[in-house]
T-cell receptor
Framework: GDSVTQMEGPVTLSEEAFLTINCTYT??????LFWYVQYPGEGLQLLLK?????DKGSNKGFEATYRKETTSFHLEKGSVQVSDSAVYFC?????????????FGQGTTLQVKP | EPEVTQTPSHQVTQMGQEVILRCVPI?????FYWYRQILGQKVEFLVS????????KSEIFDDQFSVERPDGSNFTLKIRSTKLEDSAMYFC????????????FGDGTRLSIL
């Protein structure tokens, strides 16, 4: 069945460091891909999305490119801030005709130190 | 910006009791979902709901669980005869048609079974 695999955390970085969180997926067809972020005590918020191969999603300085050839959707940010400390979830949803349920990776905790 | 709201934020229940978790989705959304996150584990899909019926459910969503949209605004998850392993964070989400449309999540209800 479909699945999403993320790099294990926690990831600890100093402020202004470069961030990469790896995400790979297994799916039939052409899923849409998402990154969600969960700040402490809050629900999941959409960070960015990409719906087809080679699309780049971006938001708040974060970027991820839909790579069909490597079945990957790695999250990057050039310069992290303390406020970026959160849990990041990679997820996929299937194409038209489906219910659109999300399949999540296990989440990666990011801690940014001043 | 419209939000998905969930109540209560924390529910403590004795094993064997029934619980109802409540959600108010975003008003113009047509697809509704429940997800579960056991502490330290990934977010798991439970059920999707569209046009007043279940459109998809996971293996987790057995006869112990039911969903309802009683009045056109609320969306509820009922768990009959709760078990210790039902302890988790339960997230409600809503969205537009199509898997490339992001789902909007509530802040979750933390369910603790004693």
């Amino acid at each position: 069945g479909d699945s999403v695999t993320q790099m294990e955390g926690p990831v600890t970085l100093s402020e202004e460091a470069f961030l990469t969180i790896n995400c790979t997926y297994t799916a039939t067809g052409y899923p849409s891909l998402f990154w969600y972020v969960q700040y402490p005590g809050e629900g999941l918020q959409l960070l960015l999305k990409a719906t087809k191969a080679d699309d780049k999603g971006s938001n708040k300085g974060f970027e991820a490119t839909y790579r069909k050839e490597t079945t990957s959707f790695h999250l990057e940010k050039g310069s992290v801030q303390v406020s970026d400390s959160a849990v990041y979830f990679c997820a996929l949803a299937h194409g038209s005709g489906n219910t659109g349920k999300l399949i999540f990776g296990q989440g990666t905790t990011l801690q940014v130190k001043p | 910006e419209p939000e998905v709201t969930q109540t209560p934020s924390h529910q403590v229940t004795q094993m064997g009791q029934e619980v109802i978790l409540r959600c108010v989705p975003i008003s113009n959304h047509l697809y509704f979902y429940w997800y579960r996150q056991i502490l330290g584990q990934k977010v798991e899909f439970l059920v999707s709901f569209y046009n007043n019926e279940i459109s998809e459910k996971s293996e987790i969503f057995d006869d112990q669980f039911s969903v309802e949209r009683p009045d056109g605004s609320n969306f509820t998850l009922k768990i009959r005869s709760t078990k210790l392993e039902d302890s988790a964070m339960y997230f409600c989400a809503s969205g537009h048609r199509g898997s490339n449309q992001p789902q909007h999540f509530g802040d979750g209800t933390r369910l603790s079974i004693l």
